[in-house]
């Protein structure tokens, strides 16, 4: 799949993003999506289509809290959802920038 990223493996065009292109990013990360992930990723780009913002993990942690489920919506779930970092993964899975506040 030929697409433009950024040196981080962010999409340079948002409008490049498609459930396909989820899949491959996901491939990239040896993660593979299952419907859990997709809650997250739909709740994000419902999140940022609405605000503008990518969020960090306590507003990332929230958002699943309210449009998925409070039982999943805390840090160890998405830990195992998105190793390592779990706001700046799903960001760059949904297609979105870089959480401004994560390091």
Same mark, same amino acid.
């Given at each position: 799949?030929?697409?433009?990223?950024?040196?981080?493996?962010?999409? !340079?065009?948002?409008?490049?993003? @498609?459930? &396909?292109?989820?899949?491959?990013?996901? =491939? $990239? &990360?040896?993660? @593979?999506? !299952?419907?859990?992930?997709?809650?997250?990723?739909?709740? %994000?780009? #419902?999140?940022? /289509?609405?605000?503008?913002? $990518?969020?960090?993990?306590? *507003? %990332? #942690?929230?958002?699943? =809290?309210?449009? #998925? $489920?409070?039982?999943?919506?805390?840090?160890?779930? %998405?830990? @195992? %959802?998105?190793?390592? $970092? +779990?706001?700046?993964? #799903?960001?760059? *899975? /949904?297609?979105? +920038?870089? +959480? @401004?506040?994560?390091?």
């Amino acid at each position: 799949m030929q697409l433009e990223t950024d040196k981080e493996g962010y999409l !340079k065009h948002l409008n490049d993003w @498609t459930p &396909e292109v989820a899949q491959w990013l996901a =491939q $990239s &990360e040896n993660i @593979t999506l !299952k419907v859990e992930h997709w809650e997250v990723i739909n709740a %994000l780009r #419902v999140f940022y /289509a609405n605000t503008g913002i $990518s969020p960090a993990m306590r *507003i %990332l #942690v929230k958002i699943v =809290q309210q449009n #998925v $489920s409070i039982d999943k919506g805390n840090s160890i779930h %998405l830990l @195992t %959802l998105f190793p390592g $970092s +779990p706001a700046k993964l #799903v960001a760059k *899975i /949904a297609g979105l +920038p870089r +959480p @401004t506040n994560c390091l």
